[in-house]
């Protein structure tokens, strides 16, 4: 009697593994994007965190009325913010793999605290970090029951 596996059970070990595949490789790819847009919101995080220290300690350069706009290449040559390792660039977005040098970050002066705001060009990156102040609507208040719960950022910059 000849030992191995007929065709039928080899298609159906193919048909198996092919419904595996159809299932697995869509989750791998969500996390896969999941784990970039974390991480792209830790670097916003790192660069808006910066910014602010940035802005502590130049508060007479800053207003309430309008933003500085600073570039990350800015605060990295200025030794605020680290350079990652890449010859090209200082800073990489880990969406696209192209630099974040040239992206704006806004400080601007609200109750004597320096604030700062990330500017993102880019529509699908746009809204995928939730900042840490969010910004006032229209007409409202920054402050209910003594607390400040939104943020005037200036629209425009100095």
Not at 18 to 35: D, E, F, Q, R, Y
Request: net charge negative.
């Amino acid at each position: 009697m000849n030992k191995g596996f007929t065709l039928v059970e080899l298609l159906a070990v193919i048909v198996i593994l092919g419904l595996l595949a159809t299932i697995a490789v869509p989750s791998a790819i969500g996390i896969s994007n999941s784990i970039k847009k974390n991480m792209y919101c830790e670097k916003v995080d790192m660069i808006i965190s910066d910014a602010k220290r940035w802005g502590d300690g130049h508060l007479s350069q800053l207003s309430t009325s309008c933003y500085k706009a600073l570039t990350v290449k800015d605060l990295v040559t200025q030794g605020i913010t680290s350079k990652e390792d890449h010859d090209d660039f200082y800073i990489e977005n880990p969406f696209t793999g192209d630099g974040m040098d040239d992206n704006v970050v806004g400080i601007y002066l609200n109750n004597n605290r320096a604030y700062a705001f990330f500017i993102e060009t880019n529509t699908t990156l746009k809204d995928a970090c939730d900042e840490e102040v969010r910004v006032c609507n229209s007409g409202e208040s920054p402050r209910q029951n003594g607390q400040i719960v939104c943020v005037q950022r200036p629209e425009r910059a100095c």
